[in-house]
């Protein structure tokens, strides 16, 4: 019931800003129809191309039509022609997508790898180096920009260490750089949090029963420590996972990776709007799945939850 409950609040956020975004989409000044017809070489279409392409496209049946047009198109996964280039949105944005889903589920995997090589031992030498290496590393890494990290990155390991290379293609032997650039900002949220939850933790008197008996630091952190501080650091990682597309755009231009993000830019450069569109809802779609699953995962750890959410 609960997961009903959520499945139909998510449909809900799904409706309501589907509709925000095809309504800033359609009352955008400006006329789709002169744009495709630019884009496919006719440069000054006559008033008759420009109104048969408007009738093919729909754009002359009413709002509520053509929004039901646009859902029912998403539905079966056409997204319309991209303004700037006419092609299929669908077609451009597929053949894009392997590419993100492999740059943010590398730089996920090295946040999570960083967050347990700093968050661990800052929380068990509170207050000594490893703490101090770990804020130090949280400190710069969420005062710089994304862009200017991978810059740095570039700089440092690809020009002066001769490791990598400057472009990347797409494939999982380019994508250490971008994703490293991606997940350094996350990691070091993630590694503060993860060191606050265990030192709340740490004097709990079920912990001192278990020293009592002789439990060994590994047994007490893995045992007790580390599945105590799972459920908030799930949720944040939960929500941060999905916003790890956010910052996608910016990584993919440092190091022109062939994905999403880079498609979304150059289409608000060319103000694209369809294209700007569909990214957008496909980016609510990724928020949405990711904080569905998040909360069916923490109601089956705590399931007291249900009550409270």
């Keep these: 019931m609960y997961a009903l409950r959520r499945l139909g609040q998510g449909l809900l956020s799904l409706l309501v800003v589907s509709i925000a975004i095809w309504s800033l989409m359609a009352f955008t000044p400006g006329d789709p129809a002169l744009r495709i017809l630019q884009a496919r070489g006719i440069l000054e279409p006559t008033a008759e191309q420009v109104e048969l392409l408007r009738a093919e496209l729909g754009l002359d049946r009413p709002l509520i039509l053509r929004y039901l047009d646009w859902m029912t198109g998403l539905v079966r996964g056409d997204l319309g022609p991209s303004w700037a280039t006419g092609r299929p949105i669908s077609d451009e944005f597929l053949s894009r997508l392997p590419a993100t889903v492999l740059l943010t589920v590398v730089a996920l995997l090295l946040a999570l790898a960083l967050t347990m090589v700093l968050g ?8 000594r180096w490893p703490d101090t290496l770990s804020r130090g590393f949280a400190l710069v890494a969420l005062s710089l920009p994304s862009f200017l990290i991978g810059v740095v990155l570039v700089e440092v390991i690809t020009l002066r260490l001769g490791l990598g290379r400057v472009l990347a293609d797409g494939t999982i032997a380019t994508v250490f750089l971008p994703a490293l650039t991606l997940a350094l900002g996350p990691a070091a949220t993630w590694s503060r949090l993860l060191r606050t939850g265990l030192l709340e933790t740490r004097n709990a008197p079920f912990l001192s029963v278990a020293r009592g008996r002789g439990a060994s630091r590994n047994y007490l952190l893995t045992r007790h420590l580390l599945p105590h501080a799972a459920p908030p650091m799930l949720t944040v990682i939960g929500l941060s996972a999905a916003a790890l597309l956010g910052g996608a755009p910016v990584v993919e231009t440092v190091f022109t990776w ?7 830019v150059k289409a608000i450069d060319t103000r694209d709007l369809p294209v700007i569109a569909a990214t957008a809802l496909f980016a609510v779609v990724v928020y949405l799945v990711t904080s569905l699953v998040t909360d069916l995962l923490l109601v089956r750890i705590d399931p007291s939850r249900k009550a409270t959410t």
């Design 120 to 127: 661990i031992p800052a929380a068990l030498w509170a207050s």
């Design 258 to 264: 062939p994905g999403v993000g880079l498609y979304v």
